[in-house]
């Protein structure tokens, strides 16, 4: 086969293959990863190493882990969008936005495996009560990344930059949580930012108003933000038709 047909078959494979296979389907992808987990199994070791008796419990491990872990999901979202983008097919956008949950299940359900076997082989005394709440904060670990990798297809809908998105999934968030951290409006926290609601999660210390909460989270973060940005998509493609094709 001459290598111009060779090449042309590479393309049309890495563009036709679903959204699924391209979420950990590529060899930087997978080492994306692999250096994201490391990143949390380094700093499970760090923290049981040198916190406090009383602060190794599952719950500190799991916040900061999981929270370190999530500032990295969101970029496979992103470049599943930017594969999107070069199919020119607005119609796989589902498709692709469900396909981020395959990567931020592995981080969420990895990090809960990280922070469990940090703990339990340590040789340092760890808190009384350090396993409380253990099996609420798996879920809400798994949870934490989705919700993470659901803002990066959102922001990558409405951002063309890969840069400038993945920079959106931490600025914004952030930024809006700092602006709501006057006393008046500390309460909206839980309600409006992922990190709010991401702190009741990986605490274990659900009650039905935290629940509620988390919800509203994901309902303006996940579900409102990659319909906005789907939109934008569409409008953007039908602007973009030649017009003999309208």
Not at 82 to 97: C, F, I, M, Q, S
Not at 98 to 108: D, F, S
Not at 212 to 240: E, F, K, T
Request: net charge positive.
């Amino acid at each position: 086969m001459p290598l111009a047909h060779r090449l042309e078959a590479i393309v049309v494979d890495v563009t036709t293959r679903s959204p699924l296979q391209r979420a950990i389907g590529t060899r930087a992808r997978r080492w994306l990863l692999v250096g994201t987990l490391l990143a949390g199994l380094l700093a499970a070791v760090v923290l049981v190493a040198a916190a406090a008796p009383a602060d190794r419990t599952f719950a500190a491990l799991s916040d900061t882990v999981q929270s370190l872990m999530s500032v990295v999901t969101p970029l496979f979202g992103i470049l599943l969008v930017r594969d999107l983008r070069r199919t020119d097919d607005a119609g796989r956008v589902a498709p692709t936005v469900l396909a981020v949950c395959l990567p931020a299940v592995v981080i969420g359900v990895a990090g809960v495996l990280i922070c469990a076997a940090t703990l339990a082989l340590t040789s340092a005394d760890i808190a009384d009560d350090a396993w409380r709440h253990a099996g609420t904060i798996a879920v809400g670990s798994v949870l934490t990344q989705i919700g993470a990798g659901l803002v990066g297809t959102g922001l990558g809908l409405l951002l063309r930059s890969t840069v400038i998105a993945f920079v959106a999934t931490i600025v914004l968030p952030l930024g809006l949580f700092a602006a709501l951290s006057v006393d008046a409006l500390r309460p909206a926290q839980a309600w409006l930012t992922p990190l709010g609601s991401v702190r009741n999660l990986l605490s274990g210390d659900m009650s039905l108003l935290r629940w509620v909460q988390w919800l509203c989270v994901l309902l303006i973060w996940g579900v409102g933000l990659n319909a906005v940005g789907a939109a934008v998509l569409r409008r953007h493609d039908r602007a973009s038709e030649p017009t003999s094709a309208r």
